[in-house]
């Protein structure tokens, strides 16, 4: 380090003292004002920051008595651009001296100062980091105000630019309907497209009919409906409506109705193993039979009497039970309005329960 030091007047105004140089870094000691006049005098001192433009008083109204001095008592460590000032109360009465250490090396670093958005209105110092209306960041590298920080170079330094727009993979139609899906386009997977109602999803508050094994929005239905194996299936009136009511009729999905087409008659009905896990629904007055060897253990079925009378259920079945009981029935009698649910233990073995006698 370079030592250096000399007298200096100090004015009654503010009088710079030492002045940091450029890519130095020092620091003073043995900062003397010596009154060599017959009269008493105060003294003001300040310190200049060039990296925030801000200006600090270390001594206010120190008094220096005449023929003595007053010392500060300790180094004061400067930057690049910083500055020791001073002023008198009485001019010609104070003479400053002092010792500055200055290194070669570059100053030490100075953090950034986040200000958010960018405003004509306010002032900036160095190191100051703005952002600005056209998606960049700037980084003030002197002080200024109103100085735009997209054009006015010598005030900014761009720290970030804005990226440019990406492109995604996955692309659609420019427009779409409320409510409506989306499906793919193709077999890419990267284009999508509107879906169509009655094709793609069941508009709401509209009834649309399917064929059995439909392929509907990538999901098959399996509708038992009635033997012309179609089924209706009714929306729900307004979105996030997901109740459904299954009365027992011949186009509800899950639900079997004899007889199953023409005028209602008396009739006979054996059960098929398309009947497994759906009602059976009996319209009119007659009989189902409960064939032998016909279902395997496990499989389920349940009968639903909707008529004013009772059904016969006849029991082809080698044994037949009522549920609880341990006799087995060839006949037995489902009273009206009931129901009643067969389980079988094997192709040949089947246990009646419900309103059965």
Request: glycine share 10%; proline share 4%.
């Amino acid at each position: 380090m370079a030592l250096k030091g000399r007298p200096i007047a100090v004015g009654t105004s503010d009088t710079d003292l030492y002045t940091c140089p450029s890519t130095i870094e020092a620091s003073v000691h043995g900062l003397v004002f010596a009154n060599g006049t017959g009269s008493s005098a105060t003294i003001t001192v300040k310190v200049y920051v060039q990296s925030t433009a801000a200006t600090t008083t270390i001594i206010t109204g120190q008094a220096v008595a005449a023929n003595t001095a007053f010392t500060w008592p300790k180094p004061i460590n400067l930057n690049a651009g910083d500055k020791i000032i001073a002023s008198a109360s009485t001019g010609s009465a104070i003479v400053c001296l002092y010792s500055a250490y200055e290194g070669s090396a570059a100053p030490v670093a100075v953090g950034f100062t986040p200000r958010g958005a960018w405003s004509s209105g306010a002032s900036y110092v160095t190191n100051d980091v703005v952002s600005y209306t056209n998606g960049s960041s700037y980084l003030a590298i002197q002080a200024s105000t109103n100085q735009q920080p997209d054009t006015q170079t010598a005030y900014w330094l761009l720290l970030a630019a804005k990226g440019d727009t990406g492109s995604g993979d996955v692309t659609g139609p420019s427009s779409s309907t409320n409510n409506n899906v989306a499906v793919f386009d193709g077999t890419t997977g990267k284009i999508i497209k509107q879906g169509t109602a009655g094709t793609d999803f069941v508009a709401p508050g509209t009834a649309t009919t399917f064929t059995a094994d439909q392929t509907f929005n990538s999901t098959r239905l399996k509708l038992a409906g009635s033997s012309s194996g179609t089924a209706t299936l009714n929306a729900p009136a307004a979105a996030g409506t997901n109740t459904y009511t299954l009365p027992p009729d011949a186009s509800t999905l899950g639900y079997r109705n004899i007889p199953q087409s023409g005028s209602d008659k008396t009739t006979s009905y054996t059960l098929a193993t398309t009947d497994i896990g759906e009602f059976v629904g009996v319209g009119t007055s007659g009989s189902i039979t409960i064939p032998n060897s016909t279902f395997a253990a496990g499989d389920i079925v349940s009968i639903f009497n909707n008529t004013t009378g009772n059904i016969t259920i006849t029991c082809s079945i080698t044994t037949a039970y009522i549920a609880g009981t341990n006799t087995d029935k060839d006949t037995m009698t489902l009273a009206t309005r009931g129901v009643a649910t067969i389980l079988f233990i094997s192709g040949t073995v089947c246990v009646v329960t419900g309103n059965v006698t």
